[in-house]
């Protein structure tokens, strides 16, 4: 039976999601809905939604089949460097239909593979187009994993997040957001090797409340980067992270990312009054 019934909507999944949890048709899926199988709700127009709880608990009893679980590292590692693309998306995809969130799934699987790949590149036994082809699947799945992710309607603190010039690894500052994204953070993701100047104009412009850096292959350009930050006409906070992070010696008002899950949260307890009267400011 389908009810007429208000939910809150980033809890429901369409028919298409539940399909894919079940490793079945859209079409099947609204055959259970309608022959009273698997719980379901009509939105406002009409559409025929799957409370996440009921479409898991089905997935795994009624339908037969489990949901979309993680892979290891080095199997998708593999997947990764001999190119397939849709195969990598689209379990993405599926695992966040699954309840996870897009930060564990660069957590605990995209970012442990790249780093197999990178391990790999710098021993010589993978060439620099397959770990460029990983990391295009990579960003690939990330967005496609975020556009099937509920969406958080909090957003608040503002965090701008880049590399420092000649950093090219703007596929670290992706997963780095992600975490952010997902606690409600406002995330400006500006990618790879962004110039110091232009930098602290934007900061300093916009006034967010915190900016990330991350450097992954060099820390050169860092001391220069940092001391412009604080002869900067902005006081928010500053987070560091990256490959190379905890090389750098630790210094009043950075706070370092030290991989453990909660660093979003930690960041955003380091706000001070000032910072969070900062980042309103530039809304």
Do not use: K, Y
């Amino acid at each position: 039976m389908v009810r007429n019934v208000g939910f809150d909507t980033r809890e429901l999944l369409s028919t298409s999601a539940v399909a894919r949890l079940c490793h079945v048709s859209a079409m099947t899926v609204a055959r259970w809905i309608d022959a009273g199988r698997l719980p379901a709700v009509r939105t406002p127009g009409g559409w025929r939604r799957v409370r996440r709880a009921d479409a898991l608990r089905f997935a795994t009893t009624v339908g037969g089949r489990s949901p979309a679980h993680p892979t290891s590292a080095a199997r998708l590692a593999r997947r990764l460097v001999s190119g397939q693309r849709v195969a990598v998306t689209r379990w993405a995809r599926d695992w966040v239909d699954g309840g996870a969130t897009v930060s564990e799934l660069v957590r605990t699987a995209l970012a442990p593979a790249m780093r197999l790949i990178g391990d790999q590149w710098a021993a010589g036994t993978l060439d620099i187009l397959a770990e460029h082809r990983a990391t295009a699947i990579v960003a690939e799945a990330i967005a496609v994993a975020r556009a099937a992710a509920p969406r958080v309607t909090r957003r608040h603190p503002r965090l701008i997040l880049a590399c420092p010039a000649g950093e090219q690894h703007g596929l670290a500052v992706q997963m780095a957001a992600q975490s952010f994204i997902d606690a409600g953070w406002d995330a400006d993701i500006l990618g790879a090797d962004v110039p110091t100047r232009e930098l602290v104009a934007e900061l300093e412009r916009s006034r967010p409340h915190a900016v990330g850096i991350s450097v992954s292959a060099s820390t050169d350009a860092l001391p220069a980067l940092l001391a412009a930050l604080r002869r900067a006409q902005w006081d928010g906070l500053v987070l560091l992270g990256g490959a190379l992070a905890d090389t750098v010696r630790p210094r009043e008002g950075i706070l370092v990312d030290d991989g453990v899950p909660d660093f979003a949260a930690r960041a955003a307890a380091r706000l001070t009054p000032a910072t969070h009267a900062a980042g309103s400011a530039g809304r």
